[in-house]
């Protein structure tokens, strides 16, 4: 038996209770809690009132995710971890916020009076809450599921998802509330101002604020020290404290008076800063992979040929779409699932280089050399998958190798393989891929 095989997971009842049970009874809590919350909300602003607005919170839904899932290309997240941040924000962060901020304000009122508690719990209560309890997701990421957790952009893109379903809930309220108090005198033009002000002035308010704390805890993913990383975090959720707590001031001081000066001149410009971050990350991401690459194909993992079509997201995209056309969409899935893959392992040797990763590095380099072994075993089972893309999209000149496993590298190349730390598989324990499989009738 070789190394590799060793590695592959078995099936144990420890393993079995981490990856069904847990993720079972922690959506049953999550579907409570959100029965919960719309029980809340029905008694609030009534049946009626929940319908209409979770019809028009729906508006900026789709936007919103769509944004979030877009930054996440080069490695996408696993879309159970993905539904469950969505879900985390809709159900466990709306119901707690709401049940701590309406303690909070009935406790303040009965010191201050009713007008200065709604305007403490809008500026001080509120912004602590509502993002400690979004920020508590991305916490448990880096406790839970480090390996998931790569860096900033996984932290704005988890950041945004739980937000955007905190948001979700929370449009529902303030959208039902519109309709049912303007009920017979205006209620259509209420509710679409509520729905212009939240779902299209500001459908990234709440996604804003959680991604500070979502690229402190990016930061946090990539620091050696305890301390660094407690840093990084605390000082992510302080930021979007201060700007939740300006956002909601602007809205409830000088009758909103101050709302336009704080969306244009701080909201707007650090919209605009997140953007530039991100794009910055989404590069030194894809150098990340362009680095790897060539050390993949020395080690044999991957052939040389492949290096330029996963250098880029447009060689990708390239790759699977020419694949889609000739050989529909399953080849092409399959395609899709080895670049992920070797996305996933380039990213794991970049966070061990930086010795970031702990104990549990070899058993998951390991792993995750073997993910790539499989996935490429699959992708390549398909004539079409590993030559019609490179044919339309490599480098001037290139042609098709030969059927058969790829040369050996040379010595030069050798040389530049990338390093392994103890009790790593050797690069060799596995079969040395092929460039695609024998000729013959292509799968369809």
């Known amino acids: 038996m070789t190394q590799a095989t060793r590695v592959i997971p078995m099936p144990t009842p420890g393993r079995q209770r981490r990856g069904v049970l847990a993720p079972v009874l922690g959506l049953v809590a999550l579907g409570f809690c959100g029965l919960v919350v719309l029980g809340l909300l029905g008694s609030s602003v009534g049946g009626t009132g929940v319908v209409v607005g979770a019809l028009c919170a729906l508006v900026p839904v789709g936007p919103v995710v769509a944004t979030f899932l877009w930054i996440d290309r080069w490695e996408p997240e696993p879309p159970r971890t993905l539904l469950i941040a969505f879900l985390w924000g809709a159900c466990f962060s709306a119901l707690t916020a709401l049940l701590i901020n309406s303690s909070a304000s009935m406790v303040v009122d009965q010191v201050l009076g009713r007008e200065q508690a709604d305007l403490f719990g809008a500026i001080a209560v509120a912004p602590v809450v509502e993002e400690a309890v979004k920020g508590a997701f991305l916490v448990g990421m880096l406790f839970f599921r480090r ?64 991604a500070m704390t979502g690229i402190g805890a990016g930061i946090a993913s990539r620091s050696r020290s305890v301390g660094g990383k407690v840093g990084a975090v605390a000082i992510g959720y302080v930021v979007a404290v201060a700007l939740h707590s ?35 990350q989404r590069r030194r991401e894809q150098r990340i992979v362009a680095a790897q690459l060539p050390g993949f194909a020395a080690a044999g993992w991957i052939v040389p040929s492949e290096v330029p079509l996963l250098s880029s997201l447009a060689g990708r995209q390239g790759w699977r779409a020419a694949v889609r056309r000739r050989s ?60 019609v893309a490179i044919r339309h999209h490599g480098p001037p000149g290139w042609t098709p190798p030969p059927p058969g496993p790829p040369p050996p590298p040379p010595r030069s190349h050798q040389a530049a393989a990338p390093p392994y730390h103890p009790g790593y598989p050797p690069p060799r324990s596995y079969p040395p891929p092929q ?10």
Do not use: C
């Open 147 to 210: 390996r998931e957790f790569d860096g900033v952009v996984d932290g704005i893109v988890y950041a945004g998802l739980v937000a955007a379903g905190f948001a979700f809930t929370e449009n529902i309220l303030y959208l039902g509330r519109a309709f049912t108090e303007d009920a017979g005198i205006g209620q259509v033009g209420s509710v679409l101002g509520v729905l212009v002000l939240r779902g299209v002035l500001s459908p990234f308010a709440h996604p804003l604020f959680t």
């Open 435 to 444: 460039s695609y499989p024998p000729p013959g009738p292509w799968r369809r």
């Open 328 to 387: 529909g969409r399953r080849v092409a899935k399959a395609v899709a699932e080895y670049q992920s893959a070797v996305t996933e392992l380039a990213f794991l040797r970049d966070r061990l280089a930086r010795g970031t990763v702990g104990p549990l590095g070899p058993m998951w380099h390991a792993e995750a050399v073997e993910a790539v072994r499989q996935a490429r075993a699959r992708a390549v089972g398909h004539p079409e998958a590993l030559t």
């Open 246 to 280: 300006l956002w909601n001031t602007s809205a409830s001081v000088l009758d909103g008076g101050l709302f336009l000066v704080v969306y244009g001149f701080v909201m707007v410009p650090l919209f605009v800063a997140l953007v530039v971050v991100v794009v910055w």
